[in-house]
């Protein structure tokens, strides 16, 4: 009789060896279509897999995984199925693998289509919960994983000349956001109905993601042009020590700087009126009260 005790261990499962059209299959088969617990096996055992990131290869494969989660939630599964998408969402948020050295290049679209799908989980039936994954996945894709040089480093990027370049992944992401549709859906379906709920977690995790695409012009110009100034002076509405101001400010600041036509809306009467009213709020406060390094950076 073998001995079990001493057999070697089952060596780790290796994106390589997923079968994902098989996988996908159990979402769709004639029997497998209604084993719900069997599709969270599946998501669970993609994102096991894939601990260390996506393929960019595979993102066509785990674009259809996260549209079927989104369908199932849409459809009033939430509870059963958003904790799932919470996993792969998590998983999104690593940095892409390249099998090649030329995948980023050859595969925009496949990116570029993951990120836009990511942006369509902002919307009224998805939990709060996954929203905020979400938004923190493209806030960490927008800043290249903490890639995104500093004003400083600009600065000397600009006075060195072309001895000095800025990192590349932080400008191809930016691109890669600008053609994905990404930045309209956030804030027409992530900020603008967050602000008007008591769920700051989400509030925050979406005007990061904003502050982040805001660097970029071309971006800033998307987040303009897609309404985000009414809803702007709505967050800023509130006491200096809230979360959501010092990012507000930080926001509202790279829009005016990065977006001509930021300045043509902040300068309309209405606008001007409600900005008017939050900062000179804020700045009251700030002088009777303020204290805090923070508040007086603010």
Known sequence: MADLS??????????????????????????????????????????????????????PHIEVI????????????????????????????????????????KMFNNISRIIECISRVF????????????????????????????????????????NKSTPRQYHTNQRLLERSGAIPSTVRHGFTPAIKTEDQELQIAIMNSLLQFSYSTENAKQ??????????TYALDREPNDPL??????????????????????????VCEAFAGSISTIARSLILKGYRISEKEL
């Not at 987040?223 to 702007?232: E, F, H, K, W, Y």
């Open 6 to 59: 001493s057999s070697s261990p089952r060596p780790k499962e290796t994106p390589l060896e997923l079968n994902y059209e098989k996988l996908i299959g159990l979402f769709k088969g004639e029997y497998s279509s209604v084993l719900e617990d069997r599709h969270i096996g599946v998501v669970d055992r993609v994102c096991r897999v894939n601990s260390e990131g996506f393929a960019i290869r595979d993102l």
């Open 66 to 105: 996260l549209n079927f989660l989104m369908q199932k939630i849409v459809e009033g599964k939430g509870e059963t199925f958003g904790e799932s998408l919470c996993k792969l969402l998590r998983t999104l948020s690593l940095p892409f693998v390249r099998r090649t050295a030329t995948d980023e290049f």
């Open 123 to 162: 919307c009224p039936n998805v939990p709060h919960s996954a929203q905020i994954c979400a938004a923190e996945v493209l806030a960490e894709f927008a800043s290249a994983h903490g890639q995104r040089p500093s004003v400083v480093d600009s600065c000397d990027d600009q006075l060195a000349g072309s």
């Open 223 to 232: 987040i303009v042009n897609a309404g985000v100034l009414s809803p702007l």
């Open 245 to 270: 101001v010092f990012t507000g400010i930080e926001l509202l600041w790279n829009l005016l700087e990065n977006a001509d036509a930021a300045k043509d809306i902040a300068a309309s009467a209405r």
